[in-house]
């Protein structure tokens, strides 16, 4: 299986301030049709995960442009401008690339 | 707007069997491939299995731990995902979530306790 390594585990970040969560992946995420299927999810305590960005840096609708992704390969970020509020919960990565799909262990995001 | 709705989760002894639904709608049902995520209490997300749609060949994937226990199945004419579960050990305690091909859409989830 493809282990996918978040850091950091916990982040607590200032309202405003911006924010950045690696994911590292086992082995390369590039598919051979061309595309890397690595994705980023909020969940919020008590709610189910919702998908930010798909492929690297696609933002799913309706998520604001605050939240950014890049990398390739087995290196991939995710970035958050700008903190607010609404933003703590755990995030986790995942890679769609390689059966079985394997989450990040996640990192919790707080507000100072 | 794409929408998943689980049932049937609930409290099993340990080598019970329980079958939850996924409804979906909103969305080209026949069409998508679908997938099982589940989240144990205080844990992180693990993949559970998939299937594809029948065009693509229906078949059907599983992760290693509930491989030969757990059944995926879809009724493409109810818009319905299932996840059949036999042999269901304490591990499986979860929430169970049904969601569309690389997890754009979740459900709500339903929980599976397993225990005696």
């Known amino acids: 299986d493809v282990v996918m390594t978040q850091s950091p585990l916990s982040l607590p970040v200032t309202l405003g301030q911006s924010a950045s969560i690696s994911c590292r992946s086992g082995q390369s995420l590039v598919h051979s049709d061309g595309n890397t299927y690595l994705n980023w999810f909020h969940q919020r305590p008590g709610q189910s995960p919702r998908r930010l960005i798909y492929?690297?840096?696609n933002r799913d609708s309706g998520v604001p442009d605050r939240f950014s992704g890049s990398g390739s390969g087995t290196d991939f970020t995710l970035k958050i401008s700008r903190v607010e509020a609404e933003d703590v919960g755990i995030y986790y990565c995942m890679q769609g690339t390689h059966w079985p799909l394997t989450f990040g262990g996640g990192t919790k995001v707080e507000i100072k | 707007e794409a929408q998943l709705v689980e049932s049937g989760g609930g409290l099993v002894k340990p080598g019970g069997s329980l079958r939850l639904s996924c409804a979906a709608s909103g969305f080209t049902f026949k069409n998508a491939w679908m997938s099982w995520v589940r989240q144990a209490p205080g844990k992180g997300l693990e993949w559970v299995g998939r299937i594809q749609s029948k065009p693509h060949g229906g078949t059907t994937d599983y992760a290693a731990p509930v491989q030969g226990r757990f059944t995926i199945s879809r009724d493409d004419s109810k818009n319905t995902l299932y996840l059949e579960m036999n042999g269901l050990q304490t591990e499986d305690t979860a929430v169970y979530y049904c969601?569309?091909?690389?997890?754009?859409?979740w459900g709500q989830g339903t929980m599976v306790t397993v225990s005696s």
């Open positions: 492929n690297v840096f």
């Open positions: 969601s569309t091909g690389l997890a754009g859409v």
